[in-house]
């Protein structure tokens, strides 16, 4: 379950731009006051669900009495034409925050989706899938959350609880080693450091620093296999670049640890999901 703090200003937010200031022209011209309705909310295509609560809690910030029941849980994989939620109430209300909604409930799946599709293509390789800070700007709790309930795991979350150098980093500090001597210069030692080479020739000199992980970025897998090697379990391997459905089992089976990919919250195509009247 994601915190309800994390998402109370995002809905505000997504409610207040759906209705402006005359609120839902449609709804109200042609839906009388007393109309009471139950809707279905229900998948079109398969996929893995997430974002239940804050669907829920859209309705219920739109209008309090109405009555938002799950069929399923968030994580869960379901088959299309699938009744996960359905809604009851003021008629006017459910059509009002729908979309709303529904954008949150569609987004999210779709990621859990896409990440489920991931995690499915390395089983049994050892690899872990993780995602990346690229995330809707504003979304990030949610976009790491959906992560979750697809199987992956979460990056840092920003720029404030880890330490992570990559090429225009150790540019400015100067070298491999600077980059890492200044970190631990500075932070805690319970900081995770990650630094980002392109090449075996850094990740040589990065063997001779302090590092926790190594991100080893856009390598072809006999590379990654020989960057394994040559780490020998000094330090955590994470490989990023180039990863797809058709890449990652071949990117998996090198040996590295993680997996990070972005496109898994930034470019997710969202769950087809709607509500129907009943």
Same mark, same amino acid.
């Given at each position: 379950m994601i915190k309800q703090s994390l998402y109370e200003d995002i809905v505000a937010l997504a409610l207040e731009e759906d209705l402006g200031s005359a609120g839902d022209l449609t709804t109200e011209s042609t839906i009388p006051v007393d109309a009471e309705a139950r809707g279905e909310?229900?998948?079109?295509?398969?996929?893995?669900i997430a974002g239940l609560d804050v669907a829920r809690y859209v309705f219920a910030e739109f209008d309090e009495s109405l009555i938002f029941d799950t069929r399923v849980q968030d994580s869960d994989r379901v088959e299309a034409s699938r009744v996960i939620a359905t809604v009851e109430g003021a008629a006017r209300s459910i059509l009002s925050a729908e979309r709303t909604a529904l954008n949150f409930l569609a987004r999210m799946s779709g990621v859990a989706t896409q990440t489920a599709l991931l995690v499915d293509a390395v089983e049994g390789t050892g690899a872990r899938?993780?995602?990346?800070?690229?995330?809707?700007?504003?979304?990030?709790?949610?976009?790491?959350?959906?992560v979750r309930m697809g199987g992956g795991m979460n990056h840092r979350f920003g720029l404030?609880?880890?330490?992570?150098?990559?090429?225009?980093? &150790? *540019?400015?500090? $100067?070298?491999?080693?600077?980059? =890492?001597?200044?970190?631990r210069s500075r932070v805690g030692h319970t900081v995770t450091v990650e630094v980002e080479v392109e090449t075996l020739k850094q990740l040589e000199e990065l063997l001779d620093t302090d590092?926790?992980?190594?991100?080893?970025?856009?390598?072809?897998?006999?590379?990654?296999?020989?960057?394994?090697?040559?780490?020998?379990?000094?330090?955590?391997?994470?490989?990023?670049?180039?990863?797809?459905?058709?890449?990652?089992?071949? &990117? *998996?089976?090198? $040996?590295?640890?993680?997996?990070? =990919?972005?496109?898994?919250?930034?470019?997710?195509?969202?769950?087809?999901?709607?509500?129907?009247?009943?």
């Open positions: 909310v229900r998948t079109r295509r398969p996929g893995v899938i993780a995602d990346t800070r690229k995330t809707m700007p504003g979304l990030r709790a949610l976009d790491k959350y959906a404030h609880d880890a330490v992570m150098s990559k090429d225009n980093h &150790i *540019a400015a500090a $100067g070298s491999i080693s600077a980059a =890492v001597e200044a970190a590092t926790d992980i190594v991100l080893l970025d856009n390598m072809a897998p006999v590379q990654l296999a020989e960057a394994v090697r040559m780490v020998d379990g000094q330090m955590t391997t994470e490989a990023s670049g180039g990863v797809t459905l058709d890449t990652v089992r071949e &990117i *998996a089976e090198s $040996g590295v640890d993680v997996i990070s =990919v972005g496109w898994i919250t930034h470019s997710a195509p969202q769950l087809d999901i709607g509500l129907d009247f009943v």
